[in-house]
């Protein structure tokens, strides 16, 4: 019943047949089942996490990604074939598929084990892997980005991040909302920012780019597009399309920003949940965006009880306590001219316990304003709305007051800004008006107006970096550790 690869580049041997007509346990479901499944035959499939072996009689923790505990498996030698040259063969990391019965434990902190009648070894793994029994620190992990997910805390907190992708597609179908995908390929900067990868097919050596007249700048006339074309910076302004024609929709895909920022708080590549609601105000946005995020993390509670605990015991211990508020209370709402007189009055106790103690209004509030007012003043979850409109994008809309916008900010604890939104600008002229004062060209942005000259509707949005979310509800400081395989200037692995 032993299957062994003795090198890791041999093929992998199909499973014996004694075990191929088995149906695959997940260990999660095994672990939560009820007692009625004492004494049933199953058939486990996962990595070896640790491995203590006797004589005649060996305790294998086997962990398939379905959950953050393993479902311990117990060989004799007497019970489980080829036993020695089973046990010879597992070592940490080793891919094993393991039958047997399911018996009550007698060791602490499980209910159910299995005794095994066979087990066999699918992936071998020697002494260089370098997932040892043992803590690592992230920094490390960071280095191991392929092999990182099979320790607990990536995979708790890739769990809790398909959790929360699972719930926010469930939450927008329950609000009757419409999912749709945008292009990833844009010749539109829908931030004004600048800060964008570009996409050509242009020649890489200098000497044979095609040059404009001028000789100083490229022809992209000539280009895969025939102008220049970026990687996207957001979904906003297709989606804004969708919403005037099939009334609520929402992005939920790949953005790119190329910010030359090595912070815990930024990613080249990572991922916006952006819904656009037609005929609705900035009350009306600040209402979903609300409900959204209670929404989705009260669904990740429910499904990764464990996963959460481990957060609350070894990353962030009030961290429950903080989620708790967040599903339970309202959050509150407060005028950015109002935060800022906060944030002066505090301030003005000791500046100097402030990085960046001049706030007054314009001010485009720093990480640790935001803080102060989600964590110190307000203690929990904030809305910020009516911004300067100086200091927010094109497409806002202008307030009556003239001076501010109709933009909002959603502040949480931890991260500081989660969301940032706006009802949007739907008037013609006073969007051509403010795209003048962008230094935006209108004939890149023909077809946003058109929705403008053609039965325009009261309309806003927002947009949520699903990663700091993930960052948020895990307690993560760190946003490379959110997501995959990160993206950040001088990494691309």
């Known amino acids: 019943a032993l299957v062994t ?55 294998i923790e086997v962990n398939d990604g379905s959950s953050l505990k393993g479902v311990q498996v117990v060989a004799e030698a007497e019970s489980t074939a080829d036993y020695d040259e089973v046990v010879s063969a597992i070592g940490t990391g080793a891919a094993v598929i393991a039958r047997g019965s399911v018996v009550e434990s007698k060791g602490k902190g499980q209910r159910f084990e299995i005794k095994a009648t066979h ?10 892997y370098p997932l040892q029994k043992k803590r690592h620190s992230l920094e490390f992990l960071r280095t191991i980005a392929h092999l990182r997910p099979r320790t607990n805390m990536i995979g708790a907190i890739s769990r809790v991040r398909s959790a929360l992708a699972q719930a926010t597609h469930a ?14 390929i844009t010749a539109s900067d829908c931030e004004g ?16 780019l095609p040059l404009a007249e001028d000789k100083d700048s490229i022809d992209y006339s000539n280009d895969f597009f025939g102008k220049p074309a970026f990687l996207t910076v957001s979904g906003q302004l297709a989606a804004e399309a969708y919403a005037c024609a099939l009334g609520n929709v929402y992005t939920f895909g790949p953005t790119f920003r190329a910010e030359n920022s090595q912070t815990q708080r930024h990613l080249a590549e990572f991922h916006m949940i952006e819904p656009e609601i037609a005929f609705a105000e900035l009350e009306d946005v600040m209402d979903n965006a609300e409900k959204y995020v209670k929404y989705v993390v009260a669904s990740a509670r429910e499904r990764c009880g464990a996963d959460f605990d481990l957060f609350s015991n070894f990353v962030d211990k009030e961290l429950a306590g903080r989620l708790d508020v967040l599903v339970s209370e309202p959050f509150e709402r407060v005028p950015y001219a109002t935060a800022i007189e906060l944030l002066q009055a505090e301030i003005a106790k000791d500046p100097s316990k402030w990085e960046f103690p001049e706030v007054d209004f314009g001010t485009d509030m720093a990480s640790e304003h935001e803080r102060w007012l989600t964590e110190k003043h307000f203690q929990k979850p904030v809305f910020v709305y009516n911004y300067p409109r100086e200091i927010k994008s094109f497409y806002m809309r202008d307030n009556d007051d003239g001076r501010t916008v109709a933009a909002m900010d959603l502040l949480v604890p931890g991260v500081g800004e989660l969301i940032g939104g706006s009802q949007r600008e739907e008037r013609l002229d006073q969007l051509k008006k403010k795209m003048k004062e962008s230094g935006l ?4 942005y023909w077809w946003y107006l058109d929705l403008r000259r053609y ?13 700091r979310l993930v960052c948020y509800v895990t307690g993560t400081s760190n946003i490379r550790d959110a997501i995959a395989f990160p993206r950040f200037p001088g990494g691309c692995e």
């Open 5 to 59: 690869r003795v090198r890791m580049s041999t093929p992998t041997t199909e499973p014996s047949t004694s075990l191929a007509h088995i149906p695959r346990t997940a260990v999660k479901a095994l672990i939560e089942a009820g007692d009625d499944i004492v004494g049933s035959e199953v058939q486990v499939k996962g990595w070896v996490r640790t491995i203590r072996s006797q004589k005649a009689l060996s305790f």
């Open 119 to 128: 087990v066999d070894v699918i992936g071998t793994c020697d002494d260089s």
């Open 171 to 184: 939450f927008f179908a329950e609000e009757g909302f419409h999912y749709v995908q945008t292009p990833l």
């Open 193 to 208: 920012a600048g800060e964008m990868f570009r996409v050509t097919t242009l020649p890489a050596k200098a000497s044979e």
């Open 441 to 444: 060209n209108e004939e890149d």
């Open 455 to 467: 039965g325009t509707v009261p309309h806003g949005g927002y947009g949520l970096g699903f990663e």
